[in-house]
């Protein structure tokens, strides 16, 4: 793809803020209000206080006509239904609106509507138009209501342009090619019929089929020469001449150069993401609440069946295996936060592609907004895994299994924002984290002692790696060392001596907070995984923008 854009006559790449960019799908958050959503998503784009874009956000509210929707839910939360479809796509539209942009592209903004909600987004939008924005948008079909608000059309085939300029010049160069409209047909299933190569393989398969006029065809010779022929004209027709000499006219005569209207400062932007988190997460069922009843009931079958074991030697091979299963376990079982993970990657591309956010202040927004909930997790864990095994009653030592845990599960969220990142589909990221979980359960040191693992491979990485492994040290270094476990009357062995066949340890006192700084730093290089790749991901997105701009000679 190539081309050239023109901003008022100067060739340049139009600058933040001066358009705006509206998907074919895009991902709203369905458990704020329109108001709620659209006052963010100011926030996030505009620089200036909180309180001034109260106001840009009315605007959009009332552009768009969502008055009666501004305090509903967008998408469904608890038992409130969510908006229809035509709603939510004009919530989509009224985010772009709150930067005020000289020029709007849609893609399909009548996509999944029905006829009634098609024509009142149109009007919307004809209504928009009068505020000086322009709207550039792109339709497969539309009904004779609709077609009738437009001022102008592009008519595409197959990349070549059949037709550009007024609408009702249209009907005219139809007619100077050979292909009226029908009396009693809409001019644009006419124009979509002649143009459309799908409608050969229709009429291949129904040959035998004729209507009241002896042929089931209204264009009575193949599409293909149909499009050849009214490329043609338009070539030779003094529309494409206009157009022409209008594009020429305007690129000489350069106009006053747009400038950005500024961004919001990236700790603004963090704050906004951080703040908005929260109030999803409270308020989605689905987000942490589901995963700390899960990991309660959880963590009850596993303190029960290994209840009452006692504090004698004979207890430590079994009290390992319990700190494996919880930690294996309860990371496994992480991965049903996979789904919401991936609509907040969903979201962070919507955001990102018209620069709303960054990979920066998602991260960081995702990740403050996370511990709590996380914290609130580990906490509730620990405390009824700790007491229905019977480790040791002291309160430091019980801070360190919370704390280990806590950073357990922030290396194990950091790894599951890899890998949705990487694949940005829910049933590979699952199939991806549930093989990767086992592997790294196989290299843990507990099926077998670390020290005896084959060399490659197994010891090196994947035992390095493998957060399990770091986790269930640290517990069993917090448990075991300083104890001494008595045999017989006079004869007794550490703790470090009885685990020793058991498990790899360090007879180090400060072992165990050299395993929670390895869990901590995991947390770190995760995200900085996360970032790279999302960072990658935003620079693929950017092009494609800057090539679908590149395709248009705008000017503003």
């Given amino acids: 793809m190539y081309g050239e854009i023109f901003v008022n006559g100067a060739r340049m790449h139009m600058p933040y803020g001066s358009y705006g960019f509206v998907d074919l799908e895009t991902t709203l958050i369905g458990s704020l209000t329109v108001r709620e959503y659209l006052y963010y998503s100011a926030v996030l ?7 001034q874009k109260k106001s840009v956000v009315e605007e959009a509210i009332h552009a768009m006509s969502l008055g009666d929707f501004a ?3 967008i998408g469904g939360h608890c038992f409130m239904k969510g908006l229809p479809s035509g709603e939510r796509r004009r919530v989509a539209i009224a985010r772009e609106l709150v930067m005020r942009p000289h020029i709007l592209f849609i893609d399909e903004p009548l996509y999944h509507l029905d006829s009634v909600s098609a024509l009142l987004m149109m009007v919307t939008l004809k209504k928009l138009t009068s505020t000086g924005c322009t709207l550039i948008f792109t339709l497969n079909q539309s009904s004779t209501e609709v077609f009738g608000l437009f001022d102008r059309i592009c008519l595409l085939s197959n990349g070549n342009t059949l ?4 609408t009702l010049a249209c009907l005219q160069h139809f007619s100077n090619a050979g292909f009226p409209c029908p009396i009693m047909q809409s001019p644009s299933d006419h124009f979509l019929r002649a143009i459309n190569t799908d409608f050969d393989r229709i009429i291949a398969m129904c040959k035998n089929w004729q209507d009241d006029n002896g042929d089931f065809s209204a264009v009575n010779m193949d599409t293909a020469v149909a499009i050849c022929t009214l490329e043609a004209t338009y070539k030779s027709s003094a ?9 020429l006219r305007l690129t000489e005569k350069e106009g006053p150069l747009l400038k950005s209207k500024g961004k919001a400062s ?3 932007r963090i704050a906004v993401l951080t703040w908005r988190s929260l109030l999803i997460m409270s308020r989605e069922f689905k987000y942490y609440w589901l995963r700390l009843i899960l990991y309660m009931l959880l963590t009850l079958c596993i303190g029960t069946i290994f209840s009452g074991l006692g504090h004698s030697l004979s207890s430590v091979v079994t009290r390992v295996a319990a700190i494996f299963v919880f930690v294996s376990f309860t990371s496994l079982l992480s991965i049903a936060g996979v789904p919401v993970l991936m609509k907040e990657i969903k979201i962070y591309a919507s955001e990102e592609s018209n620069q709303h956010s960054g990979a920066l202040a998602f991260l960081f927004g995702q990740l403050l907004s996370s511990i709590p909930f996380l914290f609130l997790i580990s906490i509730s864990s620990s405390l009824v895994f700790y007491f229905l095994i019977g480790l040791r009653d002291e309160f430091s030592l019980l801070m360190y299994f919370v704390l280990n845990f806590f950073m357990c599960l922030l290396v194990n969220e950091g790894l599951m924002l890899a890998v949705v990142s990487l694949w940005k589909n829910i049933f590979q990221s699952v199939l991806t984290l549930v093989t990767i979980h086992v592997v790294l359960m196989l290299a843990a040191g507990y099926f077998r002692i670390r020290s005896k693992l084959p060399g490659p491979v197994w010891t090196h990485p994947l035992s390095d790696i493998a957060f399990h492994t770091y986790s269930i040290q640290g517990l069993l270094e917090n448990e075991y060392l300083g104890v001494n476990f008595a045999i017989g009357q006079v004869r007794s062995i550490s703790g470090f001596q009885a685990l020793h066949s058991a498990y790899d340890i360090s007879p180090r006192s400060n072992a165990k907070w050299e395993n929670v ?7 770190v290089g995760y995200r900085i995984l996360v970032f790279v790749l999302l960072h990658f991901y935003a620079r693929k997105n950017v092009s494609l923008h800057r090539l679908f701009r590149g395709k248009h000679n705008s000017t503003a």
Avoid at 45 to 51: D, I
């Fill in 45 to 51: 784009q505009l620089p200036g206080f909180f309180s």
């Fill in 71 to 73: 305090n509903k839910l």
């Fill in 163 to 166: 037709f550009f300029g007024e």
């Fill in 239 to 247: 529309d494409a001449a206009a157009v022409e000499t209008m594009i």
């Fill in 266 to 268: 990236n700790a603004t």
């Fill in 517 to 523: 700084l390895v869990l901590f730093l995991m947390a």
